[in-house]
């Protein structure tokens, strides 16, 4: 059982589960492949329970966006040996955030005074709501109801465990980088959601706008081990001034090293993610009846983020260096 501890702390007993195997918002598709934007995103709950002994099971591949977080006080690879001692121990708080049932099964056996998050319905064979949590599960579920929800992720995070999101962020505890580009490139898409990737000659001529108009521009797949190693991946983006980026864990890291930041949302919902007013959420123009569709192949035969020229990206990035000059 690999883990990282840091003590001591005083407070309640809290455990947090949440591996990445499913996405917060997203429906459970038993992939059990690992979310690194959905772990790091979840950390924003750490601001509730800064006071207390706080113990996080992830998975390993998740590490480096946990370690030496100063408020997790024990952090623990998800493996059966792991679970078999956690069945042993009491907590005041447990919270699980994975939909995975047989987590969620595992979740329901270990011992707390209060559960928030996702349970096992042993009936249904699948994964329900603890109290707090229906509204997460239904629009994580339902594709009407995400299309029609109005609030961001963290706002549901928080409500989940009754409290309210008064605009915290992301924790990423890491040595600051020294910005040597103004601008970075997160050009790349993974495999599950190929229709969030804007098309490659899109970042070719944005690319050639910006340097001929004297940006130091970084691309991500041309910097070499940054799309191998989730490390040198961090030190990318936290090297760079401002990144441009689909909906990937770029953004992500983005947010948590507080970068200025321009997102380009087509087929999932923009709502969901806060920038925390450093940058600007671009839009395909105009805007599809069906977007966003959380669909990854797309039926009406022209992906929305080809409606995103690369003039319109420049324009916003050039507006925001024009006012950090002002």
């Known amino acids: 059982m690999k883990l990282c501890l840091n003590y001591p702390k ?5 455990l947090i589960i949440k591996a990445g195997y499913s996405e917060f918002l997203e429906e459970e598709n038993d992939s059990r492949k690992v979310s690194f934007g959905d772990v790091l995103r979840t950390t924003t709950l750490l601001h509730l329970y800064k006071k207390d002994f706080v113990t996080w099971v992830t998975d390993e591949q998740a590490f480096p966006l946990l370690k030496g977080n100063p408020y997790i006080s024990r952090l ?3 493996d059966w ?3 078999e001692q956690l069945k042993k121990e009491r907590f005041d708080v447990l919270i699980n955030l994975e939909k995975v049932p047989g987590i969620c099964a595992i979740a329901d056996s270990i ?3 209060k559960k928030y998050g996702f349970r096992f319905d042993s009936e249904k064979r699948k994964a329900e709501a603890y109290d707090k949590a229906f509204e997460v599960l239904a629009v994580s579920s339902d594709p009407k109801m995400k299309q029609l929800n109005k609030k961001s992720d963290q706002e ?20 600051k980088m020294q910005e040597i580009y103004d601008i970075g490139l997160n050009t790349q898409i993974g495999t599950k959601w190929p229709t969030k990737k804007w098309p490659s000659p899109y970042w070719d001529i944005l690319e050639e706008m910006l340097i001929k108009n004297g940006f130091n521009v970084s691309r991500q797949e041309k910097q070499e081990g940054v799309l191998e190693d989730i490390n040198k991946y961090m030190n990318w983006v936290d090297s760079c001034k401002m990144i ?8 992500h890291l983005a947010i948590a ?9 087509g087929p999932t919902p923009y709502i969901e993610i806060p920038i925390y007013g450093r940058g600007k959420v671009i839009l395909p123009e105009p805007i599809p009846e069906c977007m966003p569709c959380f669909s990854s192949f797309c039926k009406r035969g022209k992906n929305c ?12 990035i050039n507006k925001i260096f024009q006012q950090d000059k002002a």
């Open 257 to 265: 090293f507080k970068k200025k930041i321009i997102p380009l949302f």
């Open 111 to 113: 011992s707390a005074w």
């Open 81 to 83: 040996i792991t679970l």
């Open 305 to 316: 983020m080809q409606e995103i020229s690369p003039e319109m990206v420049y324009s916003e």
């Open 244 to 251: 441009v980026t689909g909906d990937t864990l770029g953004l």
């Open 76 to 78: 623990l690879r998800f």
């Open 10 to 14: 005083m407070g309640e007993n809290i």
């Open 156 to 175: 549901l995070l928080f409500e989940m465990v009754g409290a309210k999101w008064n605009g915290e962020e992301y924790i990423l505890n890491k040595p």
